[in-house]
């Protein structure tokens, strides 16, 4: 009696894994050679992201030092009065009443003025050294 039911092709299929968990068929596996380039493609790909990525932070790093301690304030050009007005007229009444808040905010908006105004000073003055070594 020929047994042809689910089982038979159950057992086909355990077949098929047990040969490919040994390596057996080619049919069920890539030649190692194949495997070992594929591997080393991506190893060669994680390191060049690694290396652009340490590359950006020494970057950044270098612009925030240029930022920071690199450029003096009289280089850059004040916050004038008329945009602090304007800024202050933007702020509902009720909220003005805060004099210590009020002034903190002053005070941060020409942090960030300055802050912004050295960043653009230090980016344009470093692509142009990059553009003219090229």
Known sequence: MEDSGPSRSFEKAQRRRAAWIRGGSSMYRKPQAQLHKRHMDIQEQLRTIRQQKEEDDTDNMRLNFYIQRGMDLVNVAPLQDTW???????????????????????????????????????????????????
């Open 84 to 134: 602090l007005e304007t800024i202050r007229g933007r702020i509902p009444c009720h909220l003005q009443s805060f004099r210590t808040t009020m002034e903190l905010l002053v005070d941060e908006i020409k942090d960030d003025y300055l802050t912004s105004i050295k960043t653009i000073i230090c980016i344009y003055s470093l692509t142009l050294k990059s553009t003219s070594l090229k």
